[in-house]
């Protein structure tokens, strides 16, 4: 009977790298959603296609609370990252349609008083 000297690895690598790739191809879906917004409806709207340039993805859910990037951040330290940004970068705007529209009007103080003006409002077609 032959000796069993070493274990061969090479599956269990095969196996290892199918793994990695099923998670990290799962892993960019969890990422988006992980704020629970409910985007408004519409029936008006133009579709969104957006391309490769660098966005910055600003959020309030249902409560009024501010996310950067999915972040939490108080309106304070909001204003100062914003400030730190060039005026030319793009914003995407979800808001979840239960937030009370003096917190979206709250937001936009903020984003206009630091003139940012490349901004997409996000919402879902009927």
Do not use: C
Not at 22 to 38: H, M
């Amino acid at each position: 009977m032959k000796r069993f000297d070493s274990m061969n690895v090479v599956p269990l690598i095969d196996v290892m790298l199918v793994l990695l790739a099923i998670v990290l191809l799962t892993a960019s879906f969890i990422v988006t959603d992980k704020l629970d917004i409910q985007l408004p409806k519409t029936e008006h709207t133009s579709p969104y296609n957006p391309d490769n340039e660098e966005k910055l993805n600003l959020s309030i859910d249902q409560h009024g609370q501010f996310y950067w990037d999915g972040e939490k951040l108080n309106a304070e330290q909001f204003s100062h990252q914003l400030s730190q940004l060039e005026a030319s970068t793009h914003i995407q705007l979800r808001v979840d349609q239960l937030v009370e529209f003096r917190h979206f009007v709250r937001l936009m103080d903020i984003i206009k008083r630091q003139q940012h003006d490349n901004l997409t409002i996000l919402t879902e077609r009927k």
